[in-house]
């Protein structure tokens, strides 16, 4: 029962394929094709195959992560494919975990000869496997909410702000305007009215995930640190309480930013910021006077801190009233308002090789391989560049958004030159973390005094060659041309039963996958 059904969602794609498509920023590319299940079905043109001269014994199915190198996976002989949805019939592939994947086919023969070689490999189809809903983290601010999604392949129009009364069952969807993964809103509460609050998000694969309800005003008085710095990486909740954010600065001094929630008719006359190191206890950093009235437009201000060194800070601010009331100070066991990651070195990353080959019919193929590390490494963290110029200061694409997908700390990428013009360059590579540092590295050879000294990657591997059609002297009779020639002169022709390049779906109306090859 399970096999029939895994063969009903993988046999989909073939019909309804994907939910939403986009197009590589590189000219050539494919087309992307975003999809929810681990599970997909590759459709083959067996009819095609059946009609030609030279048939394969077998048909191989090639498969890549992430720019990686191709990796086989399974092998068929035409007349066995796996039967998929709308009676279409090709390979059933199930992916380890999500990615970027590209696929292609390759035709094996009795003889064993394969068709292209496994060195003149190029991708047919390119599927995003997200199987993982976005996640969504939400907290209450002053009268409105903030919030921030995580999520790689984020729906740019898929994130929904929703409110409801608490003793209703139906929730208002907010359309007065369009809201990013990483947003906030508020709204003017009459006195006495308390509001439930929730956010959904969609990625490109259709996949939705669901924020915590949350309400405001918020059910007690607290304050809420915000660092000021990079997009903070959210952990997992493990209750129905906000769990504390995480957030990354490159610098010692920052400025941590505080809202107060609710505050009596005395207002607000200091705020006190703790902070925790390490494992440690809790220590006041200072408390830092203050004036904030209910009638003030703004309820939020900034607490300055300069930490000694890197390393992992929690901090909770405490306000006090202009009556001099405040909370107790935060115990050893209570968790902080906010974390953050104190990182001011740049991540080691280093191009450890470059192999130049003959490559497919876009161009010669360069494989790039490195190695990345930092403990706060961005998702997708490597940028691959080259120039005409190693000073330059602005570099062109090779491709961005890369992950280590070899190791922890390693990655390889393949590249395929298109432009004919392009025979030397060099290749730069990037890496950046969460709190902004990026390191950088010039593909190159180390001198004597140990410094890397760029250097050139040559693509041009075509040895020139030259015929003699004739010799002439003085009186030399010119002779006239040759109709005839050896068997060996004469142009080849390219075999038939070649895999032809498929014909892309259109972006829009949400077709079926092209059958390959």
């Known amino acids: 029962m399970r096999r029939k059904h895994a063969l009903i969602v993988a046999g989909c794609i073939a019909i309804c394929v994907a939910i939403a498509p986009e197009a590589r920023p590189q000219d050539g590319d494919l087309q992307a094709y975003y999809w929810p299940h681990r599970t997909v079905g590759i459709p083959v043109d067996t009819e095609r195959i059946g009609k030609l001269p030279n048939k394969p014994s077998a048909l191989q199915l090639y498969y890549s992560v992430n720019r990686s190198a191709f990796q086989k996976g399974p092998k068929l002989p035409p007349d066995s494919m796996q039967q998929l949805d709308g009676g279409k019939r090709g390979f059933l592939f199930t992916a380890e975990r999500d990615g970027d994947y590209e696929f292609t086919v390759q035709f094996v023969y009795p003889d064993g000869s394969t068709s292209p070689r496994a060195d003149e490999l190029s991708p047919q189809q390119r599927i995003v496997i997200d199987a993982t809903p976005p996640a969504v983290q939400i907290q209450p601010s002053s009268n409105g909410v903030e919030w921030r999604t995580k999520d790689d392949y984020l729906d740019p129009a898929g994130v929904t702000l929703q409110c409801k009364w608490p003793t209703s069952t139906e929730w208002t969807t907010v359309t007065e305007r369009k809201f990013r993964g990483d947003d906030s809103y508020a709204w003017k509460l009459p006195p006495g009215k308390v509001l439930e609050v929730r956010v959904v998000a969609r990625d490109r694969a259709g996949n939705e995930g669901v924020s915590q309800i949350t309400r405001i005003p918020?059910?007690?008085?607290?304050?809420?640190?915000?660092?000021?710095?990079?997009?903070?990486?959210?952990?997992?909740?493990?209750?129905?309480?906000?769990?504390?954010?995480?957030?990354?600065?490159?610098?010692?001094?920052?400025?941590?930013?505080?809202?107060?929630?609710?505050?009596?008719?005395?207002?607000?006359?200091?705020?006190?910021?703790?902070?925790?190191?390490?494992?440690?206890?809790?220590?006041?950093?200072?408390?830092?006077?203050?004036?904030?009235?209910?009638?003030?437009?703004?309820?939020?201000?900034?607490?300055?801190?300069?930490?000694?060194?890197?390393?992992?800070?929690?901090?909770?601010?405490?306000?006090?009233?202009?009556?001099?009331?405040?909370?107790?100070?935060?115990?050893?066991?209570?968790?902080?308002?906010?974390?953050?990651?104190?990182?001011?070195?740049?991540?080691?990353?280093?191009?450890?090789?470059?192999?130049?080959?003959?490559?497919?019919?876009?161009?010669?193929?360069?494989?790039?391989?490195?190695?990345?590390?930092?403990?706060?490494?961005?998702?997708?963290?490597?940028?691959?560049?080259?120039?005409?110029?190693?000073?330059?200061?602005?570099?062109?694409?090779?491709?961005?958004?890369?992950?280590?997908?070899?190791?922890?700390?390693?990655?390889?990428?393949?590249?395929?030159?298109?432009?004919?013009?392009?025979?030397?360059?060099?290749?730069?590579?990037?890496?950046?973390?969460?709190?902004?540092?990026?390191?950088?590295?010039?593909?190159?050879?180390?001198?004597?005094?140990?410094?890397?000294?760029?250097?050139?990657?040559?693509?041009?591997?075509?040895?020139?060659?030259?015929?003699?059609?004739?010799?002439?002297?003085?009186?030399?009779?010119?002779?006239?041309?040759?109709?005839?020639?050896?068997?060996?002169?004469?142009?080849?022709?390219?075999?038939?039963?070649?895999?032809?390049?498929?014909?892309?779906?259109?972006?829009?109306?949400?077709?079926?996958?092209?059958?390959?090859?």
């Open 218 to 517: 918020p059910d007690a008085a607290s304050a809420v640190g915000f660092p000021k710095g990079p997009t903070a990486d959210w952990p997992a909740t493990p209750s129905n309480l906000p769990a504390p954010r995480i957030d990354y600065v490159n610098t010692l001094k920052f400025d941590v930013d505080y809202a107060v929630q609710r505050m009596g008719r005395s207002g607000i006359q200091a705020a006190h910021l703790f902070v925790l190191k390490s494992q440690g206890t809790w220590e006041l950093v200072k408390r830092f006077p203050v004036r904030l009235m209910p009638g003030d437009k703004e309820h939020s201000l900034s607490l300055p801190y300069e930490a000694k060194e890197e390393g992992t800070y929690g901090f909770y601010v405490l306000p006090e009233s202009g009556a001099g009331k405040k909370a107790d100070d935060p115990r050893k066991d209570d968790s902080p308002m906010v974390y953050v990651v104190v990182d001011t070195t740049p991540p080691y990353v280093q191009i450890n090789g470059v192999q130049v080959k003959k490559g497919g019919a876009r161009g010669p193929l360069v494989e790039i391989t490195w190695k990345a590390a930092d403990p706060n490494l961005m998702p997708q963290p490597i940028s691959l560049e080259w120039s005409l110029d190693a000073k330059a200061t602005k570099w062109n694409e090779i491709k961005y958004r890369l992950d280590n997908n070899l190791t922890r700390d390693s990655g390889r990428y393949s590249w395929e030159v298109p432009d004919e013009n392009l025979w030397k360059f060099y290749i730069r590579i990037r890496a950046v973390d969460k709190a902004s540092n990026t390191g950088e590295h010039i593909w190159g050879q180390r001198d004597p005094d140990g410094k890397n000294q760029p250097a050139e990657v040559i693509v041009d591997l075509d040895v020139p060659s030259v015929t003699i059609p004739r010799v002439r002297g003085g009186n030399s009779p010119t002779p006239a041309p040759s109709g005839g020639g050896s068997s060996d002169s004469q142009p080849k022709i390219p075999p038939t039963d070649l895999p032809k390049p498929i014909d892309l779906p259109k972006p829009s109306g949400g077709p079926a996958l092209p059958a390959i090859p």
